[in-house]
Nanobody
């Protein structure tokens, strides 16, 4: 069973940066396509970024493109989301998600989900 554990959330001022990490266990990360999603208070969950097994395919939501960077280290079984120039509207619970790579598409269905990490952007 694949397990995903996010970390790195917290409170940051507008314009600041955070780096989220997602540690995977129960399988080899290189078999998985990965994504980051978020759910803001009172809103639906939304796509943030995604990366395929080789990092050859990377996608971002328009709202974060140019500010966020998704990356992965298969040797460490980890995926990262570097978030720069954070805005109050980035406040949300951020979730890491995984799908078997041959079934993966950036904004498609993900089978495995982490519990989430809270990010709050406020002065």
């Amino acid at each position: 069973q694949v397990q995903l554990v996010e970390s790195g959330g917290g409170l940051v001022q507008p314009g600041g940066s955070l780096r989220l990490s997602c540690a995977a266990s129960g399988t080899i990360l290189s078999r998985l396509g990965m994504g980051w999603f978020r759910r803001a208070p009172g809103k639906e969950r939304e796509f943030v970024a995604a990366i395929n097994w080789s990092a050859g395919s990377i996608n971002y939501a328009d709202s974060v493109n140019g500010r966020f960077t998704i990356s992965r280290d298969n040797a460490k079984n980890s995926v990262y989301l570097q978030m720069n120039s954070l805005k109050p509207e980035d406040t949300a619970v951020y979730y890491c998600a995984a799908q078997i790579d041959y079934k993966w598409s950036p904004r498609g269905e993900y089978r495995y989900w982490g519990q989430g990490t809270q990010v709050a952007v406020a002065s």
